[in-house]
C-alpha cells in the first residue's frame, strides 16, 4: 500500500473513531437530561438554560476556536518537520487559552448577578457561578484536544468526550437531587419555593464543570506520557 493510501485510510480511521465519540456523547447528553429534567422540574430547567445561555456566550468568545486552530498549525509544523515549531504554539496557546479563559471565567463569576438580571431570571445566578470557571477548564482542554488531533490521533479526544460525558451525566443527576433538597430548607426560611430549584438547577450545572475537570486531567496525563517520547523526538 503506497503512502498516500496508508495516509488516507489513517485520516478515515481517525475521523471515524472522532464521529463515534461525538455521537456517544450527544446520546448519553440527551438521555442524562431527562431524569435530571424530572428532578428540577420546569422552574429549574428554566434557571438552568438561562445559565447556559450566558455561558455558552462567553465560551464561544474566550475558547470555542482554539483546538481548530491549535490542531491546524501543530499539523502543519508535524508535516513540515518542525516539531519544535508545534511544540512552542501548544506552550503559547496554552497561556492564551488560560489568560482568555480565567479573565472570561472571572468576568462570568463577578458580574453573574447584571447577566442573570439582563435575562430576568435573578435565581438562575447559582449556577451561572457555578458554571464560570468551567470557561478556563474548557479553554486549556481544548488546547490539549487541539493538539492531539494535530499530532494524527484522535483518540484521547475521543475518550475525554465519552468520559466527560459519563461524569457530567452522573453527577448533573446526583448533584440536582441534593442541591435540590438542600434548597428546600433555604427555600423554607426564605418563603420562597423558587430558591429551591434554583439550588436544583445549579446542581446541575455542577456536572458540566466536573465532567470537563476530569476530561482535562485524562488529556494532561495523556499529554505527560505522550511528551516524553515527543521531546525525544525534538532532538532527531
Request: net charge positive; charged share 10%.
Amino acid at each position: 500500500m503506497s503512502s498516500g493510501k496508508k495516509s488516507d485510510s489513517n485520516f478515515l480511521v481517525q475521523g471515524s473513531i472522532l464521529a463515534i465519540a461525538s455521537i456517544v456523547s450527544r446520546i448519553i447528553g440527551l438521555l442524562y437530561r431527562i431524569p435530571m429534567t424530572n428532578i428540577i422540574g420546569d422552574t429549574g430547567n428554566s434557571y438552568y438554560s438561562a445559565a447556559f445561555e450566558i455561558y455558552n456566550i462567553l465560551l464561544i468568545i474566550s475558547a470555542y476556536s482554539l483546538p481548530l486552530a491549535v490542531s491546524k498549525l501543530v499539523s502543519a509544523r508535524v508535516s513540515k518537520g518542525q516539531r519544535k515549531n508545534a511544540y512552542r504554539i501548544v506552550k503559547g496557546a496554552l497561556l492564551l487559552a488560560t489568560g482568555t479563559g480565567l479573565t472570561a471565567s472571572l468576568i462570568l463569576f463577578f458580574g453573574a448577578s447584571f447577566f442573570t438580571n439582563m435575562l430576568n431570571t435573578p435565581l438562575s445566578i447559582f449556577a451561572l457561578k457555578v458554571l464560570a470557571p468551567t470557561i478556563l477548564v474548557v479553554a486549556v482542554l481544548g488546547v490539549l484536544r487541539g493538539f492531539f488531533q494535530g499530532m494524527g490521533t484522535m483518540m484521547p479526544t475521543a475518550i475525554s468526550q465519552i468520559l466527560e460525558q459519563i461524569v457530567n451525566a452522573v453527577v448533573s443527576i446526583i448533584g440536582a437531587s441534593y442541591l435540590l433538597e438542600m434548597g428546600k430548607k433555604v427555600a423554607e426560611k426564605a418563603s420562597n419555593d423558587s430558591v429551591a430549584y434554583a439550588y436544583g438547577a445549579a446542581g446541575g450545572t455542577l456536572g458540566t464543570a466536573i465532567g470537563a475537570l476530569v476530561a482535562l486531567l485524562f488529556c494532561t496525563f495523556v499529554l505527560v506520557v505522550y511528551l516524553c517520547a515527543f521531546k525525544r523526538s525534538l532532538h532527531r
